[in-house]
């Protein structure tokens, strides 16, 4: 059986190669592709910057791209063949959770891959239902959450944002800020239990944040943005350590900045961010999902959540385009259009 997978050839050009698929081996499931989430941790490979691969020593690094390659790590498929011992799945099961190059028709994976099947049923098309993105959310909530995470503000409104938000408001918290400069974000965030907004473009956003939390800043900030200017942001409404930065102060305990994003582009490391870590002394976490104890029972439990309405994933997708205009969806990670929040691919 041959499969059409989606290759780079050259910093930003696909090329649609059909290619034969191994033989079925006893412990393999045949999956045709019916979905793949757009997501901007793809977009240093796509433009030739930098790829993830497995060094001679085994371990996963960060190096230079070889072309051809592939991209796509969000896939939501459907098992259409099974070999001779697999009891995980059946003929018919939609499955989610990590398949990494999944831009093509179908792919050959072990049964004891990365996937789960969904429950039978579900409330919503499947295919709008993500588990990668919402295994994110779901560690970002356990990060969060360990301590108490008092005030807490979420710097970036997009699709990842407001689903930390929604999934904050789920677990009881009422003190959640949203931070964007695009004010209809806010008001979505608003709408997904943000309790309060800042747009740093209208206002000095220490002094507001200052005022808002009546001198303490936020106790736990997420950087949610993918850029060095978000992380700055964070850095200057996160807690002092000491009251006021002064070392002579009251010690009230680090803040803590939480941070998920791949930093896509090339960014200058400003000053200001420099300082604002020096002088409020926060503890800065990456919770990537790579930082999971157990990265596939939170994908899971973003489904169960997704179905549960807390976390909506399938509100948050914008845009959609077919698995022949690949490189449409990609334009829009690259230079987002008006109104795009999170884009999906759609085969068949």
């Known amino acids: 059986m041959k499969t059409l997978a989606a290759k780079i050839v050259a910093p930003r050009t696909f090329d649609f190669v059909e290619e034969e698929l191994p033989a079925l081996g006893a412990n393999d499931v045949l999956v045709r592709m019916d979905a793949v989430g757009l997501c901007h941790s793809d977009l240093p490979r796509y433009t030739g910057r930098a790829t993830i691969a497995v060094s001679s020593r085994g371990y996963r690094e960060s190096i230079p791209v070889t072309f051809p390659c592939m991209v796509g790590h969000e896939p939501v498929g459907t098992v259409v063949d099974i070999g001779s011992a697999v009891t995980r799945f059946a003929v018919g099961d939609h499955v989610t959770g990590h398949m990494p190059t999944c831009f093509r028709t179908h792919l050959v994976i072990r049964e004891d891959a990365m996937i789960f099947k969904y429950p039978e049923k579900m409330p919503m098309d499947y295919r709008y239902c993500v588990a990668e993105p919402l295994g994110c959310i779901v560690n970002i909530l356990n990060m969060a959450t360990q301590q108490s995470p008092g005030k807490t503000a979420v710097v970036g409104c997009g699709h990842l944002g407001l689903l930390v938000i929604s999934g904050l408001r789920s677990l009881g918290l009422k003190d959640i800020t949203a931070v964007d400069l695009n004010d209809e974000r806010l008001a979505f965030a608003r709408n997904f239990g943000a309790t309060s907004t800042i747009n740093p473009g209208k206002c000095d956003v220490r002094t507001t944040a200052f005022d808002m939390t009546e001198g303490h800043f936020f106790d736990t900030v997420m950087e949610i943005t993918g850029s060095i200017r978000g992380l700055e942001t964070a850095c200057r409404i996160v807690k002092f350590a000491h009251e006021n930065g002064m070392q002579n102060g009251k010690y009230i305990g680090r803040g803590r900045v939480l941070t998920s994003s791949v930093f ?58 077919r698995f022949e205009d690949l490189a449409t969806g990609f334009g829009w990670l690259e230079h987002a259009p008006e109104g795009y929040n999170k884009g999906l691919v759609l085969f068949g």
């Open 264 to 321: 896509s582009g090339e960014e200058t490391f400003p000053f200001g961010l420099a300082h604002d870590l020096m002088l409020r002394t926060p503890d800065v976490m990456n919770v990537h999902p790579s930082s999971a104890e157990d990265v596939l029972a939170n994908d899971i439990r973003g489904v169960d959540m997704c179905i549960a309405g807390a976390l909506p994933i399938d509100k948050m997708i914008t845009h959609t385009c």
